[in-house]
């Protein structure tokens, strides 16, 4: 794995989907790129140079199992970086667990969060994890 | 399935303005406009209209009761928020499409109009009667923050129309 220190403009970030409507209609819904409330840093990862499997592992081992609720992984939202930072938010990489990175920055108007959240939600790409048989 | 074109929306027949009074005189305007509102809201399309809605405000009622409900951190639905929701349903015109009926991390509720990817508006129902929304119109935004008192404010019903123009 060779990531640079700083998340590169092109490189795309996850958005781990758990509820059933963070996306529908083909497309990711905004819900999915809401901060939450006492933080306003919203949880992502990097996957650049991933393959969906790849992918998969990190959304079931380092989202979805340690989470305090029983949560499903219905797939990931991929966002370019720069239409992150282009809504004028930042991207903080935390040193764990690996890959793992906030936004921050998030405006404390709400109707600013829904805006930025609204575009951020129309530019990523849905990608759903295929259901076990 | 409503459909609607971009001059049929018109303010909610059942927004009468709020009673003031506090005369035995005023109790009986108040109940007999209770009564009326009653009568609208048993007609077939108004009715429909409204029961959808409360349906939705109900499933998220129970959907989203507990803290941290999407694993990141949310917070449980607003019982503020919820009822200031449905008050706003209420005075929604008959012929402003339903809205589909959410919550955000924050555990407000969010009425969201959708015609197409980039055609969107939506509004959060704050517990304090605020009114955030934020539109996407292809390429452009629009976003702010009203105050609901005694009817829905123009600039929220503009913005619903917006989306099916």
Redesign the interface.
Known sequence: MNLSEKVLSDEPLGRFL??H?HFG?G?VK??AF??????LAL?VFRIHNLTLDQIWEIGENK??KV???E?TLYGVADIKAEIVTREGLAIKPDPLPSRHTNIINWPQ????Q??IA??LA?EAELKLKPRSR | MNTMTCASIEQNPLNFPRNLGVSEDADVIQRETDELKQSFAQTVTFGEHLSTITEGLLQVRKEYS?D????????RVDEQSLKNALRFALTLPASVPEPKV?V?????V?FTW?HG??Q?F?V?I?ERNDL?????YGAT?A???EYYDEGIPESIIANVKRVYC
């Open positions: 758990t509820e409507n209609g497309g905004f819900k809401m901060p939450p409330p006492k933080t949880s989202v979805i989470m305090e609720q949560k108007e709400k109707y600013r829904l805006s609204q575009v129309t | 507990k941290d409900w999407d694993g990141y951190g949310a917070k959410d955000i991390p924050s555990g407000e969010v959708e990817k980039r969107l939506s959060i704050g955030s929304y934020a539109g996407l935004k976003y702010g923050v």
